[in-house]
């Protein structure tokens, strides 16, 4: 098996397996797209590998199998960084996140220690509404 009909196989079956996992729903859309462009990207040199050849010679480099290397660590590189800005982008999300919950139980809690409401005037609690407060219209 050539390194070209390896290529075309690797790039078809990355493929079927992003397209399933979208399919799934395990994989957004937006990385699944990055994946089916190198895939795509990868089946176009395997194809036609004259294209990886002018672009290194074009480049300088001496081998096309370095700039095929060079271009693969360039991905990873992005890809880690990618990832490394959604994670923080989670974090911070997170942490908001559990921040509220801790007011809203705190708010709960003051509330249930009130106990009942008494008649004699009190105003409306923070999750009530005037509406719910006011005594029934009688017509």
Avoid: C
Avoid at 105 to 129: E, I, M
């Amino acid at each position: 098996m050539t390194g070209s009909v390896l290529a075309i196989v690797a790039a078809l079956a990355v493929t079927i397996f992003i397209v399933e996992l979208l399919r799934r729903g395990i994989l957004r859309e937006k990385f699944a797209a990055l994946w089916l462009l190198v895939s795509v990207v990868v089946l176009i040199l395997a194809i036609f590998p004259q294209i990886l050849v002018a672009l290194a010679r074009w480049l300088g480099v001496a081998v096309p199998a370095n700039l095929l290397f060079f271009l693969a660590a360039l991905l990873l590189l992005a890809v880690s960084v990618q990832l490394s800005f959604e994670v923080s982008r989670l974090e911070a999300r997170t942490r908001r996140l559990a921040e509220d919950l801790a007011l809203l139980a705190h708010r709960v809690s003051a509330l249930d220690q009130r106990g009942p409401r008494q008649q004699s005037g009190d105003q409306p609690g923070p999750l009530t509404s005037p509406a719910e407060d006011a005594p029934p219209e009688h017509s």
